[in-house]
Structures are given as C-alpha cells and as structure tokens.
C-alpha cells in the first residue's frame, strides 16, 4: 500500500538491512575513518561484541556502511550507544539526511531517527560518529528497517584461528611484552604464561608484569570471540632481565611526589627553585623554549623570578639535589608546541635536550607536549637522548586524559614504546570533559573514581605501577576545571595501594608499587599555604 508516492513503510517486523548490525563478524561491513575503530568484547549491549571508535585530534571516530534502499520510501534508523557525544545518521538519501545524538550517557542508551528517500536513490550511508576532544564511544545492535533486499544474513560467529607471529617484543626485569598478529574475527586474546591464563587483552600486545627478575617464562596466545576460543599459539620464551635494585631513574624514591617549577609569573607565588618546598621529590622546570630550528630546545630564564644571575638559578639545581631531589626540564604545557615528526627533528630534540641537562645539571626531562605528537620519532629521539644521558636519566610524562583512553593513542604507545627508560607518567587529572574509566563507564572528573577508573587504564593497559602518578591542580586557581581536595589524591592512592577508601569503582586487583601524584603547581600550591603538598607528600612517602 503506497501514501504520497511512498513505495512502502518502516514496520518492526521488516528485516534488518544494516549488514555485521551487533560486529559479531569484526568491522566486517564497516568502514572507519582513520582506523578509529575496533571491536570489543565488553562493554556489549547484545551478543558477544560491540564497535568501540576513538575520536583523535581533527579525526572524530566516523564509521559507516553503505546500504541498499528503494526510492521514494521511508525507513527507521537506531542503534544503541555509549559514552560522550555520540551521533547516528544517515546521509545519500536524496532527500534531507538525519542525524540524531546524546550528550552523554554511562550506559547503554538507544538513539533514533528516520528519513525517507529520495526517487532515484538507491543507497544510503548509515553512519555513527563521536566529537573532537572526547573519549572513545561504543555503538552495538544498529538497526535499519524498510523497504528492500536485505543483503546475507549475518553468518554465525565461529571461533577464530590461533594467532600466529607471537614474538617479544621488550623485556625488563619484572615484564615482558608480546606482540603477535591480528586474527580475523576476534574481538579479543587471552596470554597464558606457562599454560595459565595471565591476562586477557583487545589489542595485538600486551605486558605481562610482576614477574621475576632472570627468570625464563613461556607465553602462548589464544584468540577469543562470541563463539569461543581458538586454539593457542605456537609458544615463545622470554626471560627476564636482572633486577638493577630501582627503576628507570636512578635516585628516585619508590613513591615520589613531582611538582611543576613556573619559570613565570602568572599571579601565582613567585618562587626560587630553593623554595620549592621539600615534600617535592621530582622538580619539573617549566617549561624549555622552542627554536627556529623544528624539534630543537633551549631555555631561557624568566627575569621576573629575581634571579642575579643564572649561575645563580644552576646553583639552586645543584642545591636541590644535594638535598636527593631530581630536577628535570619540562618541554611543552598548554603554550609550548614544541614538533618532532621526522628523524631530522628528533636528533635535534635529544641533542638540545642534552646540551640542556649539561649546561645546567637537569637530571632529566618530562613530555608535556599538549598539541599532539607523534609516537614514532618521538620515541627516536627520547631514545637517543637516553642513550647519550645514561641510564640515571629521569623521564616524566603528563598527558591528558583524553591522551591516555586507549593503547592505541600516539601518547600511550610513547608510554610503553619507551617504558624500560620511563620513570612515571603523570596524567593530568583535570581541565578533563568526563572520560570513560577501565570498565567502560563513563566518570566525570572531581572525584574518587575518576582518579581510579583511569588509572586502571594506564595500569591494565602495560605501565608497571610505578610508572603511574595521580596528577590534580595544587588549587582551584591552578586549573580551569577538575581540581579535587588533597584528600581525595589520598583515598584515590589509597583505593590502588590498598583497596581502601575506594568510590563506586574498586580495581579488580592493588597496586601497591604505584609511584606516587603530582601537582600543578609548587608556585599554586605555595600560593595556596602549601595545603597540597602537606597533604599528599607525607601520604605519598607512607605507601606501602
């Protein structure tokens, strides 16, 4: 029956056209931009699988399939999604393309929307797309009804084949990181060591940690979908390297308190480096100065802090780590954009980044680069600059929360590309929308959870616990958005250590070598009656 030349209606019982609609079957059917999109096991809204697509600088995580329609007909579209600015559309319908969205959601939220083609279209672009700055989204059970063929059914999932070219890739004395190939179909792995389940994974790697020191493990991986698991690999064997009695960064306490040093004056306390107050076991001086010459570091010290001379401020350094504290140059912050995105580029980033800890005793440098950066030769040049330093080299990191959602981001494979050198990454807590916490939940930014939940990434995602810091404003005046009393850096420390004074979120399991927290700024926290630091150092220092 046909109204205004409308060949036909949406009715509940016509059949699906969106092809692989629940990505039982992979991205089979689906094409996304960027290579934002993977297919996860958990969360899932039906079956065993679901779209999980990371938005990254200008590239908001768009997937789309093209479907068979018939002109002149109406058609209802919906899926079921999660997470933070999530949108479902359609586009080619001849006719007005639609496009519905949510704000936010932390769990599974249906979004609807219809449209009517035009008289000569026969195809569409269903499509679902995240936004700019925000955190990964997932889509499951997308449904297009109407008029026309359906194309084949879905086929039922089977499970996949055992991977092959498992290889490791990096040890250390406690870890060991595997990478092998992606198996078509699989939604996720499980890495046995010595035939016991170690670790289940989405991605083609993983770390293995708490293991010890010269010792010979075998691994095995297995890939896993909604109709089950396949057989194992073939097996490697690693062994572990000699326990060298610390961690990247020699000098560097167990649990370690890092403070930001203003090389300006921003209203906040002016201070001299000697200043700086005591509970701070890592100073990061902020921040060194780009060049003419791309990738290439100096720096320049600030008039306004009252310095004589900057043999002056060089003695202040040498002062502090008389007294055991590890100064190092901070290269970035929310002006600084400082580029290395070719091999040209990183050799001059280590070579003035070690004419810099020469010149003036820095112990250390720490990534606070805010404008992206670009994994590969900036793992060039953090590894040149390592081998020219030597092992005592101290290597901080800060990136953003939306920097650190997922292994795949450029800041996070830094992380674990450059972890037998790297002393602690520092997320920053704040300035933060709501992100989405290990579980797959949503958590917005001021409390417990939102220290915990994402922590849980870093420490679930391949960093060793002691390469993982809690970092939050010193005062409200210290950041835009996100700053938290000190007594929450405590219980959030305490949920990882201990599995105490945990929020709604508890891990599954503690890490009591988690390294410690840091603050923005010595200069805010000073401004603000050293409140912070009072709090949490002795709470740092106190960790099991």
């Known amino acids: 029956m046909a109204f205004g030349g409308l060949t036909g209606t949406a009715g509940a019982a016509e059949p699906n056209l969106v092809r692989n609609a629940g990505f039982e079957s992979g991205l089979g059917g689906w094409t996304c931009s960027a290579g934002s999109g993977t297919v996860v096991s958990s969360p899932v809204h039906g079956g065993a699988a679901a779209l999980k697509a990371t938005p990254a600088g200008s590239d908001h995580a768009k997937c789309s399939q093209t479907v068979t329609v018939r002109p002149n007909s ?25 496009s519905t969205w949510t704000p936010g959601t932390s769990g599974w939220q249906q979004l609807r ?79 046995y060591r010595n035939g016991q389940k170690a670790l289940s994974v989405q991605g083609t790697s ?146 003035s980044a070690h004419r810099l800890m020469r010149e003036y005793g820095f112990d250390g440098v720490d990534i606070d680069l805010e404008h992206g950066i670009n994994s590969t030769y900036l793992t060039q040049a953090l590894r040149s600059l390592s081998a020219k330093a030597g092992p005592s080299m101290v290597l901080t990191m800060a990136p953003q929360t939306i920097d650190m959602q997922s292994t795949s981001t450029e800041y996070f494979k830094l992380a674990l590309n450059v972890k037998d050198i790297l002393t602690v990454v520092n997320m920053q807590y704040y300035n933060s929308g709501s992100m989405l916490g290990c579980d797959g939940k949503v958590y917005s930014q001021g409390s417990v959870d939102f220290l915990t939940a994402l922590a849980c990434i870093q420490l679930e995602g391949g960093l060793d616990p002691s390469q993982v810091g809690l970092g939050t404003p010193a005062s409200t005046r210290g950041a835009g958005s996100g700053y938290v009393d000190p007594s929450v850096v405590n219980a959030a420390l305490d949920c990882l250590a201990r599995g105490t004074n945990c929020g709604s979120f508890k891990p599954a399991r503690t890490y009591p070598g988690i390294r410690g927290a840091m603050t923005w700024s010595t200069n805010w926290d000073a401004a603000n009656g050293n409140r912070w630091s009072n709090a949490v150092g002795p709470h740092v220092h106190a960790l099991p």
């Open 74 to 98: 109406a058609y209802q579209l919906s899926a079921w999604v999660q997470g933070s600015y999530v949108y479902l559309g359609a586009s080619g319908t001849g006719t007005t393309d639609v």
């Open 113 to 191: 929307t219809s449209f009517t083609t035009g008289p000569t279209t026969t195809s569409v672009t269903v499509h679902t797309h995240g936004w700019y700055g925000q955190s990964a989204y997932h889509v499951d059970d997308v449904l297009l009804t109407g008029p026309g063929d359906p194309g084949e059914p879905d086929p039922e999932p089977e499970a996949p084949a055992a991977p092959g070219g498992l290889a490791v890739a990096a040890t250390t004395a406690t870890s060991v990181t595997l990478n092998w190939n992606a198996v078509t179909g699989a939604t996720g792995y499980h890495v």
């Open 206 to 351: 993983a770390t293995v940690t708490g293991l010890t020191a010269s010792t010979s493990y075998e691994f095995r991986v297995s890939a896993v979908n909604g109709a089950g698991e396949s057989a194992k690999s073939a097996p490697v064997t690693a062994t572990t390297g000699r326990d060298s009695g610390g961690n990247p960064g020699t000098g560097v306490p167990k649990h370690a308190v890092t403070g930001y040093w203003q090389n300006f004056d921003n209203g906040a306390r002016v201070q001299k480096l000697r200043e700086v107050q005591d509970q701070y076991d890592i100073i990061a001086v902020s921040f060194a100065d780009s060049t003419a010459n791309t990738g290439e570091i100096t720096f320049n010290l600030d008039p306004a802090l009252g310095y004589s001379s900057v043999q002056e401020f060089k003695n202040d350094i040498a002062a502090k780590q008389a007294a055991g504290k590890k100064v190092i140059i901070s290269v970035g912050g929310e002006k600084g954009n400082v580029i290395v995105n070719d091999s040209a580029s990183a050799t001059r980033f280590a070579d």
